[in-house]
């Protein structure tokens, strides 16, 4: 049974930063993404990056703020997020699967994290 457990979301100040976490068990390598979701709003496509670490892609609205990564040895992925704005203020899930942008690509969700910024 696979199982990913995000971590790392809270109340921020617009300008700051946070780390995300999404630790997996139970699961093949496989490509790993990030999503968010805002109230009111579809869920969208944050970034994604391979399973051997060579290879990412980031929505327009997060390039150049956000980095992912991921610790295979942990069997955990990262989504650094800087110079946060209230616009970011959303549900973040993580996810494995297929290397893509669409929700479908993925096999597997996590429960999500709020991260919510203040202005």
């Known amino acids: 049974q696979v199982q990913l457990v995000e971590s790392g979301g809270r109340l921020v100040q617009a300008g700051d930063s946070l780390r995300l976490s999404c630790v997996s068990s139970?699961?093949?390598?496989?490509?790993t993404g990030w999503f968010r979701q805002a109230p009111g709003k579809a869920r969208e496509f944050v970034a994604t990056?391979?399973?051997?670490?060579?290879?990412?892609e980031y929505a327009d609205s997060v390039k150049g703020r956000f980095t992912i990564s991921r610790d295979n040895k942990k069997n955990t992925a990262y989504l650094q997020m800087d110079n946060l704005g209230v616009e970011d203020t959303a549900v973040y899930y993580c996810?494995?699967?297929?290397?893509?942008?669409?929700?479908?690509?993925?096999?597997?969700w996590g429960q999500g994290t709020q991260v919510t910024v203040s202005s």
């Open positions: 990056i391979r399973w051997n670490g060579i290879g990412t």
């Open positions: 139970g699961s093949s390598p496989s490509s």
């Open positions: 996810a494995t699967g297929a290397f893509g942008r669409n929700a479908g690509d993925y096999d597997y």
